[in-house]
């Protein structure tokens, strides 16, 4: 496990949606596979509008590359949260970029991401094309519900 305010040089082995990956990570001599869930966003889910899209965009940047971890804390599911850096740029802030996760207010702390979502959804890329797209937590809210 990375632990908080560490950082650990791990390969990014799968891609689970557009704002998690798995990677394998070295630790005394032994290889451990890692959880990694990108702190300050929150992408669309897999069967959400931009869901499949937002997860190709985390794997052109990250599948497969060594990946700088900078671990935060861990969720309540045991995943890591952190900022991650594949091929030298911040994936987290490049997702928002690109118009393929929403900056989760209850979590961020980076108040750069709000003008990189600004400047997204003027520019309509990515999710910022539907007409009103639901942020994830929202959806999941939705299905929560009971009929």
Do not use: H
Request: with cysteine; glycine share 6%; aromatic share 8%.
């Amino acid at each position: 496990m990375v632990t908080p305010a560490a950082v650990a040089l791990c390969l990014v082995v799968a891609i689970t949606d557009g704002d998690t990956v798995k990677t394998r990570c070295a630790t005394a001599g032994r290889y451990e596979q890692i959880t990694i869930r990108l702190a300050e966003i929150d992408a669309p889910e897999k069967r959400q509008p931009f869901g499949e899209k937002s997860r190709q965009s985390l794997a052109e940047l990250c599948f497969g590359v060594e990946a700088e971890i900078r671990a935060q804390t861990t969720d309540r599911y045991g995943r890591t949260v952190a900022r991650i850096v594949c091929r030298g740029r911040d994936a987290n802030a490049e997702q928002v970029r690109r118009g393929m996760a929403w900056v989760y207010d209850r979590y961020v702390t980076d108040r750069g991401l709000y003008g990189l979502q600004e400047a997204a959804q003027r520019s309509r890329v990515g999710l910022w094309r539907e007409a009103d797209p639901m942020p994830p937590w929202e959806w999941r809210r939705e299905r929560r519900k009971p009929t």
